[in-house]
């Protein structure tokens, strides 16, 4: 059974008549087990294939190759289907149309569903939201599915619906299962992909190279396959008349939950998390107080993890107002890592947007207070995604030149990988 454990890291000292409280809070989750196998319900797994006419001959047959690989990943039992996209959404294995649209994973299904995939070939258009409406459809037929996620892979940007009805899509299937969206090639828009991932709490990223594209499919389905834990919640308590100024996720990556929450009771909220398998991960919880004098104390708020009913973990997060400045100065250095990842994240997709619309400078001041800010925290992989789009003159200062040539695969790369953290402990 899956055992949580939670640990909050803050100064707790504010000054007389202070206000804003903020912790990061790290939840630990081990003997998740696997996804399907916990008794908790079952697991399904949809594998959805651009197959546009941008695709073409060499990008068809490594999706192709990588959908097969992915289906070997997938534990035996396991509810299953394939679908094929373009401009339309196509249930390319099991081959039904009516009742269930996904079948168990074992010896004789999974080569139905290579042969199935065998046949794919490149033409039509994109419309990325009939393909997660579709994938809604298909885990709806089956009613005992607890845990849903989604492989997603594209080449092109969606042209064949409006951006409202890809928003609309979104919007209808948010909340319902769970998507790790990629990109192949260079002819695909970002901040597109990353709207569905993120809405569904799932990852983005480019595989530039068509022949990565097996093993990135084989790892992203393991990695779902060792979510044991179908749905957990982050339930946040704060007392009466306080106020949630945030609640982010901040490791593995940055992940903005404070508008997902949904009332529990008057005084605290649940925050989706999706399913879990033997991690940890980090929330930044900001609370404002009403003010209190020196020598007050008050619980600010009460983080707990909850799957279904029952509330596995908690950490408190707690405010003592003082006059003693050595204490009320101090910076918690976790919050201080994680406050300058989530400007980190947000400068770096600033600065990339400025300099795709020419505004040069913008983008400089931008992509410079970047460097700056992963080189103080560490981040090693951003700082070497952001040198192959500036050249740094001094990284303590953030002083830098926007390079002349840049290829876009590296500025896609540095955008997809912005929202990643480094971790922190003393």
Known sequence: MAEFTSAVYQNEFLPDGGTDVSAIVTIRCTGAGSAGRTGSGDAGEI?????????GVANMNAAKQAAMIALDNILDGTYFAVVAGNHKAYLAYPMVQTGAGMVRMD??????????ISFFRAEGGTAMGTWLNLCKALFASIGNIAQKHVILLTDGENHNETATQLDQAIANCAGDFQVDARGVGVDWKVAEIRKIAQAMLGTVDIIG????????????MRQSMARGVANADLRVWIPQGAQ?????????????????????????MSYPTGAWAD????????????????????LAARVQLAVGPDLLTQGLVKAKWSADTNLTAQINPEVAHYT????????????????????????????????????????????????????IADARTGTVRLKKAVEKADEMALDTASTKTTRIRG
């Open 209 to 220: 190279d068509p022949g990565q594209m097996s093993a990135v499919f084989a790892e992203l």
């Open 279 to 298: 991690e940890e991960r980090d929330y930044h919880v900001a609370v404002r107080l009403a003010a209190k004098s020196v020598g007050q104390e008050q």
């Open 47 to 55: 594998v959805v294939v651009d197959t546009s006419g941008s695709m």
């Open 340 to 391: 300058g990842q989530a400007e980190l994240a947000q400068v770096i997709q600033e600065g990339l947007a400025a300099k795709a619309v020419g505004d040069e400078a913008t983008a400089t001041t931008k992509l410079g207070r970047a460097v700056q800010l992963a080189t103080e925290s560490g981040n090693t992989e951003a700082t070497s995604k952001l040198r192959k789009v500036v050249d």
């Open 244 to 268: 949630v100024l945030f609640i982010r996720q901040v490791s593995p990556t940055v992940e903005d939950l404070t508008h997902r929450g949904t009332p529990v009771n008057q005084l605290t």
């Open 107 to 116: 010896a004789r299904t999974r080569a139905e569903a290579r042969r199935a």
